[in-house]
């Protein structure tokens, strides 16, 4: 283990040091444990090289907002430690690492595995919502459900030390690390961007996944040239850890042979004969009991600006929500066309854009402003969007409590009764 300064990754390696180097990549809330039963077979070929996200696992927490960002810091340890080309395992937030990779770097990367990924994670608000949630209420909420997204019901009642496992991992997880880890996925969507893809890809997903299941990964699979994919039935979302033996053997396989030939698959359970193209794997569940697990180049992007529309759509949307700027805009004709553009380019491209204010202080002055202007049919929205830019409710009744002393006690009382029901639904958890 080494020590991390803000643009490294905590890291180990095991495998022989001669040998290449395989990068396994966690998910959001895991560790790179979620990989010990994939190392010891894997080092047989390879040199394994895992990391912890920001804040994950005790790693120093210095929360990385982006996938390109937590990309750059993987390169940047990287290259501290002399390694130039490899190959890349990564399960769902390491996935899009993975893709980011393959997508601005693609000289670096030899081979690609995608476990649980997509190239778009849900939606933008979902993230956010779970960013609002932490927020309030800290990670206890999510580290108790997290074992109904990651494992079917079977292997999370058959397997109850890995379940509070899993329950630990993220509980002890750092707070703002998660939010900005959230805020990254939120953000990530390289759809039109799966033709540029030129590593060969193994696309691995398991069969009852309800957070990045099939769809999701034919959607990869349609997308990218050379790419393959393998179902494992009877696994959720942490794939590698509820079916550790089925993972190991596909890496190995992928690894070894890069998929660049058709090939025919033979276990003890079926045959499969993947037709030329695209075939689908389909892996049978492993009969040996689980143990359990110790606690193409792209177009230059322009340097000059671009268009305010653009950018003030894009901090519409983060701010405000998707369903929001999307009922506004689908409610716009002719009339009121020309007026949603001028919100869009001039009070979010331009002003919410300005870099003299954080986006906490903006939502602080749109929320005092709507009071003290009597405006309280946008107070509702506005503090939706304060909780998304980072205000506690504890600081959203100081900001309310100010008003009513500068614009009056009907004024704010009327706005308590608005942002005690906002708050209540966006910071109460999900059952």
């Known amino acids: 283990m080494s020590e991390t300064p803000t643009n490294i990754l905590q890291y180990r390696f095991d495998g022989p040091e001669e040998a290449p180097v395989l990068i396994l990549a966690p998910s959001l809330g895991t560790t790179w444990h979620m990989w010990d039963r994939q190392v010891p077979e894997l080092t047989n070929q390879w040199r394994v090289f895992r990391f912890d996200l920001p804040g994950h696992g005790g790693a120093p927490a210095h929360p990385a907002g982006l996938v390109s960002d937590l990309a750059a810091r993987l390169l940047a340890t990287l290259d501290g430690l002399g390694v130039q080309r490899f190959g890349y395992a990564g399960c769902a937030l390491g996935g899009a690492i993975g893709l980011e990779l393959a997508l601005r770097n693609p000289e670096r990367l030899a081979s690609l595995a995608l476990i649980a990924a997509s190239p778009r994670f849900g939606t933008a608000d979902e993230f956010r919502q779970r960013g609002v949630v932490v927020r309030t209420n800290g990670l206890d909420p999510i580290a108790r459900t ?8 079977g292997f999370a009642a058959a397997q109850p030390a890995i379940t509070e496992w899993a329950v630990q991992m993220v509980r002890t997880t750092d707070p703002g690390c998660y939010i900005a880890a959230c805020e990254a996925l939120a953000t990530f969507d390289v759809r039109a961007e799966l033709g540029h893809v030129g590593a060969p890809t193994l ?89 359990e697990i110790a606690p193409a180049d792209l177009p230059d992007r322009p340097e000059d600006r671009p268009d305010p529309y653009d950018i003030g759509l894009k901090l519409r949307r983060e701010v405000l929500g998707d369903a929001h700027v999307d009922g506004a805009l689908a409610g716009a004709d002719d009339f009121s066309g020309d007026f949603q553009e001028f919100l869009t380019r001039c009070v979010w491209g331009e002003i919410w854009d300005r870099p003299g204010l954080d986006r906490r202080t903006r939502s602080c002055v749109a929320l005092t402003a709507l009071v003290a202007g009597g405006h309280l049919e946008d107070l509702a929205a506005h503090t939706r969007a304060a909780l998304r830019n980072g205000l506690t409710p504890d600081e959203i009744k100081e900001v309310l409590l100010q008003t009513a002393v500068y614009c009056g006690i009907p004024a704010a009382g009327n706005a308590f009764r608005i942002a005690q029901q906002v708050i209540r639904e966006e910071t109460t958890p999900a059952d």
């Open 203 to 291: 696309v691995l997903v398991g069969s009852e996944d309800q957070v990045t299941g099939p769809a999701e990964a034919r959607t990869l699979v349609a997308g990218i040239r050379d790419a393959r994919l393998a179902v494992v039935p009877g696994a959720s979302h942490l794939v590698p850890v509820e079916q550790p033996a089925a993972v190991t053997d596909l890496l190995v396989r992928h690894f070894s042979t890069a998929w660049q030939l058709p090939f025919e698959v033979t276990t003890g359970q079926m045959t499969v004969v993947p037709p030329p193209a695209k075939p689908l794997l389909a892996v049978p569940l492993q009969a040996a009991p689980i143990a």
């Open 146 to 153: 997290s074992p109904d997204r990651w494992f079917t019901g």
